[in-house]
């Protein structure tokens, strides 16, 4: 490295943003997710031993260490480190790492670990390409993401990987992490002059949702935005804070975790009849700009499946919901979103409609029965079956509109659906009591 590539990488790294000149460069200074690089924890120790020979996948949200560990990692070992970030390379850039660690470890046994941000970006044919580097041991391989690896990387990779998922950090470890970054004289604002209130930094890692990279963003907002006083202090106050970080950073991702970890939530809660609760996750959801159709088909499915003929009134009044939503939009759009929600978390709940899927199981374990002759149209009947339709009674025929008679096919017994009596089921429990067969 010449001169000037020297004094070029010295202003970069000046010039960079607080979050990134504060991270953590070895295992003492990296605070959080201690169940994985705790004392004593397998992980700590093959860092520390510099042993660590078995690729690893690092699963979490945002801002909470992934890429960071992998610095350290980078920082510690003795082989060979390299990174590729999955939005920008592709295969082309991975064949060029590979070809270079197949001639370090084939020339000087040197052995080669590959830091890969957002593996999940790639697709399976880009992850199929690690395969054969990664079984032979020519690269460790060190994946960091967001997304659900169960569901975004192949099978394959993961069977030679060993999973870690990272937890958001708590306040109190965010708040550590701001005074370090207000005392650091090298990397922080140790030499000027700043003071924080205790209820300002608070309020930057309470409202950082364990993303400590928002929470370093916004107190550099805070400094950097705030002249000093007369007395050469920059101050920052509860209202500077507030200004920095307007709004609790949201973690949430419309196809990944979150996303279904939130609905699902709201589901349950729904069908445990907690209106609160269902207003949280309603909130969250809305709040993190999910599609308020998408919420509504959630809700249309629970008028069936969960609410079913408990409160038959449940689809009607959500479906009126839906639609008045279409005509109002957003943000007044929020009470048709509420409404609905609250009457389904407020019914009585039956989920007594899945009696289809046990007839469909029945069908697919059994095959299709006919239907007895005199249900069946006269028109499809051969000459000598036709007669057979006199046996038919028809309801109307008959006091209060109905009669006994079979309708299921011989030899099908049925008793799928089984009314729980909660709500209006109630009544129909009576109704079917009065018209049980007595054949």
């Known amino acids: 490295m010449d001169l000037f590539e020297h004094n070029r990488k010295e202003q970069l790294r000046r010039e960079a943003p607080l979050a990134a000149r504060m991270r953590p460069r070895t295992l003492d200074e990296?605070?959080?997710?201690?169940?994985?690089?705790?004392?004593?924890?397998?992980?700590?120790?093959?860092?520390?031993?510099?042993?660590?020979?078995?690729?690893?996948?690092?699963?979490?949200?945002?801002?909470?260490?992934?890429?960071t560990l992998a610095a350290v990692i980078a920082n510690?070992?003795?082989?060979?480190?390299?990174?590729?970030?999955?939005?920008?390379?592709?295969?082309?850039?991975?064949?060029?790492?590979?070809?270079e660690a197949q001639e370090r470890r084939g020339m000087y046994g040197?052995?080669?670990?590959?830091?890969?941000?957002?593996?999940?970006?790639?697709?399976?044919?880009?992850?199929?390409?690690?395969?054969?580097?990664?079984?032979?041991?020519?690269?460790?391989?060190?994946?960091?993401?967001?997304?659900?690896?169960f569901f975004s990387i192949i099978a394959p990779l993961l069977s030679r990987s060993r999973i870690f998922r990272f937890v958001p950090l708590t306040v109190a470890q965010i708040e550590a992490l701001l005074r370090q970054a207000l005392q650091d004289e090298e990397?922080?604002?140790?030499?000027?002059?700043?003071?924080?209130?205790?209820?300002?930094?608070?309020?930057?890692?309470?409202?950082?949702?364990?993303?400590?990279?928002?929470?370093?963003?916004?107190?550099e907002l805070a400094v950097e935005s705030t002249p000093p006083d007369a007395d050469g202090v920059q101050r920052i106050t509860l209202a500077v804070a507030e200004e920095s970080i307007q709004r609790r950073a949201m973690q949430y991702d419309k196809a990944g975790d979150e996303h279904y970890n939130t609905v699902?939530?709201?589901?349950?809660?729904?069908r445990g009849s907690d209106p609160d609760?269902?207003?949280?996750?309603?909130?969250?959801?809305?709040?993190?700009?999910?599609?308020?159709?998408?919420?509504?088909?959630?809700?249309?499915?629970?008028a069936a499946e969960d609410v079913g003929l408990a409160s038959p009134m449940a689809i009607a009044v959500v479906m009126a919901c839906a639609q008045a939503f279409e005509w109002v939009g957003m943000p007044e759009g929020q009470y048709h979103l509420a409404e609905a929600t609250l009457y389904l978390a407020t019914s009585h709940k039956s989920n007594s409609v899945g009696a289809y899927w046990e007839a469909l199981k029945y069908l697919e374990e059994h095959?299709?029965?006919?239907?007895?002759?005199?249900?069946?149209?006269?028109?499809?009947?051969?000459?000598?079956?036709?007669?057979?339709t006199s046996a038919y009674k028809y309801p109307h025929a008959y006091p209060n509109g109905w009669v006994e008679q079979r309708y299921l096919?011989?030899?099908?017994?049925?008793?799928?659906?089984?009314?729980?009596?909660?709500?209006?089921?109630?009544?129909?429990?009576?109704?079917?009591e009065r018209r049980k067969p007595k054949l």
């Open 30 to 67: 990296f605070v959080g997710q201690e169940h994985i690089i705790g004392p004593g924890r397998l992980l700590r120790r093959a860092i520390e031993t510099d042993r660590l020979f078995s690729s690893i996948i690092f699963w979490g949200p945002p801002g909470v260490g992934k890429t």
């Open 76 to 99: 510690t070992t003795s082989a060979h480190f390299e990174t590729l970030n999955a939005v920008l390379a592709g295969v082309a850039d991975l064949r060029k790492l590979v070809t």
């Open 110 to 149: 040197k052995r080669t670990i590959l830091a890969i941000d957002e593996i999940h970006r790639w697709n399976k044919a880009q992850q199929d390409g690690l395969l054969p580097v990664v079984e032979d041991g020519t690269i460790t391989l060190i994946g960091a993401t967001t997304e659900n690896p």
């Open 187 to 219: 990397r922080g604002y140790g030499k000027r002059a700043v003071s924080v209130e205790a209820a300002a930094l608070h309020h930057l890692a309470d409202l950082a949702d364990g993303d400590v990279r928002t929470a370093l963003n916004a107190l």
């Open 264 to 270: 699902s939530a709201f589901i349950k809660s729904i």
């Open 277 to 302: 609760a269902a207003l949280y996750y309603l909130a969250k959801m809305v709040a993190a700009g999910e599609d308020p159709r998408f919420i509504f088909r959630r809700l249309l499915i629970a």
């Open 367 to 388: 095959g299709y029965s006919p239907p007895p002759a005199y249900l069946r149209d006269p028109n499809t009947l051969l000459r000598g079956e036709r007669d057979q």
């Open 409 to 432: 096919p011989q030899g099908v017994s049925g008793g799928w659906f089984r009314p729980k009596g909660h709500g209006y089921e109630q009544r129909i429990l009576e109704f079917l």
